[in-house]
């Protein structure tokens, strides 16, 4: 029960949000766009809903189908542009591949002999809609596409609904000891997998929407972490040390799923607001909109600080509970559980620093700094709807936060809650710290006090212009060429010509392409159509031969039903 | 009477085999309407008379229906067709009629091996019943196959049928009879559209070969595609 409401709460919250923000974004869109877009909202909202509380297997394959293609609708609200048409045609097929396995999984079910085989079916079919790697090239496509207060319910609500999944098919037998071993160190290769290269495929991204696609990888990796190590612990039979590993990572998971939704619904919307002011993504050339929408360049801020996980905001806790379950691990004794708690840990380290840079890259390139375009100059704030939904989900995360204290001794017996208060304290005393802070500039520097009008990062260059500063590709670039072995990104150097007292204009464009899509899925397609091609041999165009293919395909049936 | 009824199956035989090498369209309706015939005769003189007495109105009344539409309703419907369409001839068949009387003859003894090996002694009433029945339908699937001319594509599917029916009062279904009018209801619906049907494609293509069809599908179109 207590796992239901845990899911209902993000739908609800991030659902009521979007639809606020939503009113305003499409404000301007053709009147006969709208119903579409309302309908396949609250029909996306209704099956989530279904979802959670389906009674039975079949009524939830049902809803989830229905999930999907709903927001199917979603996704191709602007069905005008090519690239949504075929971000559409790829969620639809990432749902319906997805549905395939759960329905194969459901089967397996039945037989308690086959927990594994249904393990790993599942594990695809939620796999898709949560984007495990190499499942998740959906989001990065979709999203983009999606309008945001759509892509905000997906991120946020939706894909986490797959953990949802996961616990419903799978909690009640996890009983099954010994499979709980390999399912839950499937949960870690695959959110170590997702965590890692989430977040790094995120960093170099121009595309502000993208980002937080890959970023969502990089959280839904973080969730699996957690859980894989709750059910490795819990497949341990080791006394009081590994039930509190088990509790405190299956808490920290869960708490996780309700931060990311909030803060990644949000951050969609903060991306709507951006791109309906400033009619761009990209952000190469945003820049300079904290001055002109102060309170979604607060909000965004706010809100990216807390999904990198940065004490004191709420991300920070759900994390916490996972590293100190993986602290304990470490110290269990136990080999498995050691290497697990290691192998978690090092992730979470590494995806916690480098979310940090890609959020101070997406905040930076996009608020701080001059406007590297017209539009983004010309940007004004968004009418209040607009960013009151993002203040709610914003506040609505900073209640998470004695929230997450509140889960934790209510449900986890109290296992934590000492390291939770000490996190509190320390968050609660930075929270002081900025407020002083605050304060004695405010002391120093009173309103009213003549303010220098100037422009941003005006180093004493006589006419400072915007292609002095680091754009976004420039920022990330020394960790984009780190991590080139994994990212292949694609650069094209546009060299200057003339002579070089008075070149012209040189320019170098990186594109970091998800390689899951380039690498793995469309050599799997092109081999499958290759391989079906064969069967145009069969497709003669005869009427005859098609019958007599029946005909053969019937005897031999036949033939082997009668001899088995 | 079973003697009589193994007679019967014979006979059916013999026309299956006669119809996989007749050319002549009228000869071939006349041969599946003697099989429709067959067919009505067949439930009655399976019946057990010794034991079970005469046999009630149902069987009559089944055994009639099945001898009226297939014996004299559905060939007069396949004739009317034939002349209207003016074909009386299955010119070029895909497979030769001394071919076909081969591949029937074939078909004939596989289907004795066949029921041979099925071993469901129990409740069939003579044991010629199963084979003919196998190569009653064996024989029109492949008259379906082998032929270009869609009246005898569908004398194919009603020789088919006769097959079903065979199988049906051999092996005495408990309430076979029944099942056997719901059958009969279809295949009389069918082949009143089939021969609508030929009249259409015969007043398009002025033909009534199959053939043609092929022309309809996207294959070629498919095929021109993948060239490029």
């Known amino acids: ?564 | 009477m079973t003697s009589t009824a193994e007679i019967l199956l014979a006979l059916f035989l013999l026309t299956n085999i006669v119809l996989a090498g007749t050319g002549r369209l009228r000869q071939a309706i006349r041969l599946v309407a003697v099989q429709g015939w067959m067919v009505g005769l067949l439930p009655i003189l399976l019946w057990n008379w010794t034991d079970a007495g005469a046999p009630g109105f149902r069987v009559w009344a089944v055994a009639f229906v099945n001898g009226a539409v297939k014996g004299v309703a559905l060939p007069i419907l396949l004739r009317y067709a034939a002349d209207r369409a003016k074909a009386n001839f299955e010119l070029e068949p895909l497979v030769g009629f001394r071919l076909s009387q081969v591949i029937a003859f074939a078909i004939a003894s596989a289907s004795f091996a066949i029921g041979k090996a099925l071993h469901i002694h129990e409740t069939v009433a003579s044991e010629l019943a199963i084979p003919v029945a196998f190569t009653t339908m064996g024989t029109g699937l492949f008259l379906i196959c082998a032929r270009r001319k869609a009246i005898t594509q569908v004398l194919g599917f009603l020789a088919f049928e006769n097959g079903i029916a065979v199988f049906g009062s051999g092996i005495l279904l408990e309430y076979g009879l029944v099942v056997e009018l719901g059958i009969l209801l279809d295949v009389f619906v069918l082949v009143f559209v089939l021969g609508i049907a030929i009249y259409q494609i015969n007043r398009t293509f002025s033909s009534i070969d199959t053939d043609k069809l092929n022309a309809l599908g996207d294959v070629h179109l498919m095929h021109r595609h993948q060239s490029n």
């Open chain 1, 1 to 564: 029960m207590q796992t239901k409401l845990l899911f209902t709460l993000p739908i609800a919250a991030v659902g009521a949000a979007a639809a606020l923000h939503a009113t305003a974004y499409l404000h301007g869109e053709a009147k006969n766009h709208l119903p579409r877009f309302w309908a396949f909202f609250l029909a996306t909202l209704a099956s989530m809903l279904a979802v959670v509380y389906a009674p039975g297997k079949i009524s939830f394959l049902l809803a989830w189908e229905a999930m999907g293609l709903s927001s199917a609708g979603l996704v191709a609200f602007e069905n005008t542009e090519k690239t949504v048409r075929r971000a559409t045609w790829i969620y639809l097929l990432a749902c319906h591949a997805g549905a395939c396995a759960l329905m194969l999984a459901g089967v397996f079910l039945n037989s308690p002999d086959a927990f594994l085989a249904a393990f790993f079916c599942a594990i695809v079919g939620f796999g898709l809609k949560i984007g495990f790697p190499p499942f998740h090239v959906w989001l990065p496509e979709a999203h983009p596409a999606a309008p945001a207060p759509a892509s905000a319910v997906m991120s946020g609500a939706m894909i986490p609904l797959g953990f949802y999944g996961l616990l419903n098919f799978f909690w009640p037998v996890s009983t099954v000891v010994p499979y709980n071993t390999t399912a839950g160190l499937t949960l870690i290769a695959l959110g170590v997998a997702g965590a890692i290269g989430g977040i790094l495929f995120a960093l170099p991204q121009v595309n502000l929407k993208k980002l937080l696609a890959f970023s969502s990888v990089e959280n839904m990796g973080v969730i699996a972490m957690g859980l894989g190590l709750a059910l490795v612990a819990n497949s341990r039979d080791g006394g009081s040390l590994f039930s509190e590993i088990y509790v405190l990572s299956f808490t920290g998971a869960l708490v996780h799923v309700m931060n990311h939704a909030l803060l990644k619904g949000a951050l969609f919307l903060g991306a709507g607001s951006i791109l309906r002011q400033t009619g761009t993504l990209d952000q190469d050339r945003l820049g300079g909109l904290m001055k002109r929408m102060p309170f979604t360049g607060t909000l965004f801020t706010l809100n990216a600080l807390g999904l990198a996980g940065l004490p004191p905001l709420n991300g920070f806790l759900g994390e916490l509970l996972i590293y100190t379950a993986g602290f304990l691990a470490v110290r269990s004794g136990s080999p498995l559980l050691v290497a697990a708690g290691f192998t978690v840990l090092a992730a979470l380290a590494f995806t916690g620093g480098l979310a940090a840079a890609a959020y101070c890259k997406a905040i930076g390139a996009t608020f701080l700094g001059e406007p590297r375009s017209k539009a983004a100059a010309d940007a004004i704030e968004t009418p209040k709807r607009m960013w009151i939904a993002q203040l709610a989900l914003f506040l609505g995360s900073v209640a998470m936060i004695p929230g997450t204290i509140f889960i934790v001794h209510k449900f986890a017996n109290g296992i934590g809650e000492a390291t939770l208060l000490t996190a509190a304290t320390i968050g609660g005393a930075l929270v002081l710290m900025t407020a002083a802070l605050v304060g004695l500039r405010r002391f120093l520097c009173p309103r009213g006090a003549v303010k220098p009008q100037c422009p941003t990062w005006d180093c004493g260059y006589h006419e400072p212009t915007a292609r002095m500063a680091y754009t976004a590709t420039a920022f990330t670039q020394p960790l984009a060429d780190l991590f080139a072995f994994a990212l292949r990104p694609r650069k094209h150097l546009i060299p200057f010509k003339g002579h070089p007292a008075a070149p012209t204009d040189a320019a170098l464009v990186t594109e970091t392409d998800d390689r899951a899509l380039a690498g793995f899925w469309r050599p799997l397609f092109t081999f499958f159509a290759r391989a079906f091609q064969r069967a145009h041999l069969l497709q003669s165009g005869s009427l005859h031969l098609y019958i007599l293919l029946i005909l053969i395909t019937v005897v031999v049936l036949l033939v082997a039903a009668f001899a088995s």
